[in-house]
């Protein structure tokens, strides 16, 4: 069956150091994987996005890479700050499905200052 | 603030009756897509629409059904109501039919409690 998988535990860091979120799937051939940030009680806001034939993105502190071999891709948030405390969400687009998002159950991250 | 905008922000409702969720795209967005976020099922797709038209089709009850209407905001009917229907309901647009990428923009989402 079709899974998309994150950490299911919660991340805490401390600030200043990086932050690496995983997702992980099975039994998909995405056309992309977006990465969304969800506060408690607030609607998901959309942070990257990268192509199945990209291998890394960037923008500003973020990072994502894709590896479609592996089935995975990473997420990083580097010098993180106390701000960046949130649940972070990985989606994936499947092919000719207009654009339904299959969404992980996403990752709670705490940064301690 | 996304410019997605949804109404009621809470409601609150008797088992057995129907409620419907409203949303407004954003200006110039095209496609209205209806998720639903509970505890134990994370952040499901329902259904989307664009400009008028179903465009794709996820686990939606038969109970629930949904429309997007010529100015382009959109309704989500739900209906013979039951405890597990509660949950946060979130609306989200994007400026094209998707799938190509472009930004889907949520709202707040409108919160359903079943009692």
């Known amino acids: 069956s079709q899974k998309i998988e994150q950490n299911s535990e919660a991340l805490n860091i401390q600030e200043g150091k990086t932050a690496t979120l995983t997702c992980n799937y099975t039994?998909?051939?995405?056309?992309?994987l977006q990465w969304y940030r969800q506060d408690p009680g607030r609607g998901p806001v959309f942070l990257l996005l990268?192509?199945?034939?990209?291998k890394e993105k960037r923008k500003e502190r973020l990072k994502v890479t894709f590896d479609t071999t592996l089935k995975q891709s990473l997420f990083h948030i580097t010098a993180s700050q106390p701000a960046d405390s949130a649940t972070y969400l990985c989606?994936?687009?499947?092919?000719?499905?207009?654009?339904?998002?299959?969404f992980g159950q996403g990752t709670e991250l705490s940064v301690k200052p | 603030d996304s410019g997605v905008t949804q109404t009621p922000k809470h409601l609150i409702t008797a088992t057995g009756q129907r409620v419907t969720l409203r949303c407004s795209p954003r200006s110039g967005d095209l496609s209205v897509y209806w998720y639903q976020q509970s505890l134990d099922q994370g952040l499901q797709f329902l259904i989307q629409y664009y400009n008028g038209e179903e465009r794709a089709k996820g686990n939606i009850l038969e109970r629930f059904s949904a429309q997007q209407f010529p100015d382009l905001h959109s309704e989500l009917n739900l209906s013979s109501l039951e405890l597990g229907d509660s949950a946060l309901y979130f609306c989200?647009?994007?400026?094209?039919?998707?799938?190509?990428?472009?930004?889907?923009?949520f709202g707040e989402g409108s919160w359903l409690t079943v009692v």
């Open positions: 990268i192509r199945e034939n990209e």
């Open positions: 989606a994936l687009a499947p092919y000719n499905q207009g654009g339904k998002l299959i």
């Open positions: 989200a647009s994007s400026v094209d039919q998707g799938g190509t990428g472009n930004t889907i923009y």
């Open positions: 039994n998909y051939s995405p056309a992309y």
